[in-house]
Each structure stands twice: as structure tokens, then as C-alpha cells.
């Protein structure tokens, strides 16, 4: 049966069930390789090596040729005659016990005592006699070499001869083209059965990064705004302020083009500058935000957009967060506001007023019963997610150094649970200090530039397991703190402009920083 056509080859489904049948013989399945054989009609008949099998036969290796010609579709003819050459050769070696064995249970024996009894009682007869003598056993002018040679040109008269592991080779030589094309991750990351990418590889320990790894150029008129890594850190999402929402391959510092539709050039976009991005919890989904207010949903292995709010605010959305579930999405935008708008309907849910300034981060706490806002107010306010009721408000850092008159001049532009304390959050201000604090605002640790000018931090995150704090200052360096101790580690001069992202991936030692000139890089240890 054809099973595909193209205007250049065809290919057999028998074909394909013989490179089936050779993968089962070479790693020993030999009852699926005889239920496969059973089930399709279909036999495999090669040898890796026609000369080595006839050399098996020649020397008299029995239970070698035996043993490749179970998984062999041979005539009737063929295999009696081997079948016969090896009764009379253990009647020479007196291996009667096994010569009657043999005579009663082997299927080409048995069909030849049913089909052609005179030549399966001479062999009986031979079994009787009290010593093995070659003129009985073999006919007029031949003996044992002859018959083995016989047998060796009659067997691979029916056998053909392919290359060792055909189904992995063919596989393999469609991979590496389908590589070269640059539709598959050149560093080998695949999972061949379900299409995409293998799981990625983890880092067991945080280490500090301290060295470009790679960089990905933008044009300055097309530079990302934003930044954010898969869950499991199979690509890198950036959203750029010419609309285009776009999946990178960090190792190969090029766009993933495995992903279909980025293949296509069909990429994901919005009509307005992209601001802020999120993915769900599985990764399945990502949302993106732009200026003019609307947020967008994607199915990321599609790049089909899955839902659109049109109007989720009335000016730039700021930030993205995702409900435990995937059913809301919680935005916060420069027109003071956060809200939550439900996945299903389509729908604005709820409203969080309060703030006097930009939302520039908004998020929900580990359990999904509350929120957490950032404002360029200066202020973090708790929410309570049901009700929208405003649970508490406080003003970071005015229980430590910097006093309450500057402070309520600090916009507050980061909040991020801390991944080792769901109860603890990273906050970070325009100003020289960040924070872990309890969502009840009380300070747990701060951090410290240690500089009066030009160390004011403009992003912040934090290693996968909360190990260390990276703070970007908006001199282009990047001040990496103690989790724990908070002590002031090491400092990574990362550009000499300013500085406007930065993420972690999910478990590698990787950073990455954005700047305004359209250049994202890669940091590692």
C-alpha cells in the first residue's frame, strides 16, 4: 500500500514495516518481531552480511544461521534443505537425543514428513542405525562440504543485503537536514516522539553570572520592551516596540524555528508597541500587553491567538499575571489601575482603584486569594482578589534609610515573590535599595547599590531558587546580592546604555538584560 506521494519518491508501507523489522531484530524483540512478521505478511530477509552468513553455514554454525533464519520468510524447499543438512550433521556428532527433538517439534520438519514423508522417513531410518556412515547420509557424489555449500548459495539466493540500523540512519538524516534549515534546535534539545523540545537541562547549583554567553541584535527602532522565559526554559519571549512578539532560541541566539508559524514568518504581533509578557503556569499560554491598552492571549506552540481584550485598559498595559488555574489574567497599566478579566468570557471581572500613579507591576499572591500592586506612587497595596477591597498599603523603605519624603518620590517598578518564601516578595524602587519584605510590608532584608548618584536600580529579579537578587542600576550594571546574607556579591557591567529588562531562566544559570539601543544579552558563569 502507498502511504505517502510526493512528485519526486514514494514510499511502500512494507517499506516501512521492514525497517520496523530490521530495529526489532537488531536489539533482540523477537516475539514482536515474529507477531509484526505474523500480523503484516510481511518479512524482513536481509542479512547484514551475505558472505558472513554463508560462512556460518560453510563452518557449520548452526545455531547462528538457525537463529537469523527464524526471523527469515524462506520457501519450503529452502529451509527443508537446511533443516536436513542439520539433522544429518548432529547425527555425525551422535546427538540423537536432539536429532529426534528436532524430527518432532521443528515446523520445516514437520511439514516435510506431512508433504514429503519418503525423505523425512530416510532421515528416521538414519536415526536407527548404530553408527552415522557419510555414503548412507549423503547422495552419490556429493558430502558434508558440498551440501554446505549448496545450502549457503540456496539460502542467500532469497536474502538481500541493507546497512545496519536503516530506520535510525534515515531518521537521523532528516533530523540533521530539517537542523540545517534551522527548523530544529541545533544543540540536540528534541523530544523525537512528541515533535518538540526535550525537557531542559537544569543546573543543580546557582552560580553567578559573569560572562557574555551570546547576544541577539535588534534594530534601535525595533527593540524589545520586554522579556520573559518559557516555564520550562524551552525559549525566550521578547515584545518589541515594533509590535512583534517573537520566540528565541538562547542557546543559538536565533528564532526558534521548529515553532511553525515563526517559520512561516507568520509571527505573533500587536499594531501597537508590546510592553509586558507572561506566561501561564504550564507555559501552554502567553499573554502579551501593548500601549494602546489592549492584552492579547496566545497558544504558544501555535501561535494562534486564543483570546483578545480589546480594551483592557484605556493606556499601556504595564504588567501581566496569570491566575493559578489560567482562567484570569491580572493587568496593570499606566492609567493608574489593575484589573482581572476573565480568560472565558472575555470580560473585565474586577477593578482595583487607589493608585495616584502608573501600575507598573501587578501580581497575585501564592494562593490566588490576593493581589499585589506597584505603583509609581510610591506605594504597594494589598488587595484582596474577591472582593477588590483594599487590605493594606505600604510605603518600602520608610522603615529603613531612605526617609518618607523621598521615598514617596520613588516610583516602586518590581514585585516578585521570592521563589524560597511565597510569603516574602522582591520589591524594588527607582532609587538606590531593594527589598524582600513580607506581604504584610514588613522589611526582611534590603539591598544597597552603596552609590548616591547613579546607582538608582531600574529592574530587578532573582535566580530561580532565590539564591541571589540581581538589581540593574541605571549606570548599565547589574548589582548582584546574597539571598540570605544580603551582601553586595559581585557587580557585571552589562551595557553602557540604559538598561530597560532583565530575566532568569527558569533553572539554568542564565540572565538576560535589554537595553534601548536593541541589544538583548546572555549571561552565564
Known sequence: TLIMSTTNFEIESHDVIKLMLQFLREHNLTSSLHALQAESGVSLNTVPNIDAFKADVMAGRW??????ASSLQLSQERLSLLYE?????LLEAREMDLVREMLRTTEPLCIMKAEQPERYARLEQLTRRPMFVATDAYELGTNKDKRRREVAEQLSAELTVVPPSRLVALIGQALRFQQAQGSLPADGSLDLFRGGRRKARKDNEEKIPQKQAGVIKFSPDSHPETCTFA??????????????VEVWDVDQCRLRKDLEYQAKDELMMHEEPVLCSAFNRDGELLATGSQDGKVMIWKISTGQCLRKFSKA???GVTSLCFSKDSSQILTGSFDHLARIHGLKS???LKEFRGHTSYVNSAIFTKDGVNALTASSDGSVRLWDAKTTECLLTFRPGLSCTVTAAVSRDLSVHTLKLMPNNSDHLLVCMKGPQAFVMTVQGQVVRSFSSGKLTGG???????????????CVGEDGVVYIFDGVSAQLENVL?????????????????????????????????
Open 63 to 68: 545455531d547462528t544461521v538457525l537463529g537469523q
Open 231 to 244: 516555564p520550562d526554559g524551552s525559549g525566550l519571549v521578547t515584545g518589541s516596540v515594533d509590535g512583534f
Open 456 to 470: 538608582d536600580f531600574v529592574c530587578a529579579t532573582t535566580s530561580p531558587q532565590g539564591k541571589w537578587i540581581y
Open 493 to 525: 557591567q552589562v551595557s553602557e546604555k540604559e538598561v530597560i529588562g532583565i530575566c532568569h531562566h527558569p533553572h539554568r544559570n542564565l540572565l538576560t538584560t535589554i537595553t534601548d539601543d536593541g541589544e538583548l544579552k546572555l549571561w552565564k558563569p
Open 346 to 348: 472575555g470580560k473585565t
Open 85 to 89: 543438512q542439520v539433522v544429518l550433521e
Open 313 to 315: 485598559h484605556s493606556v
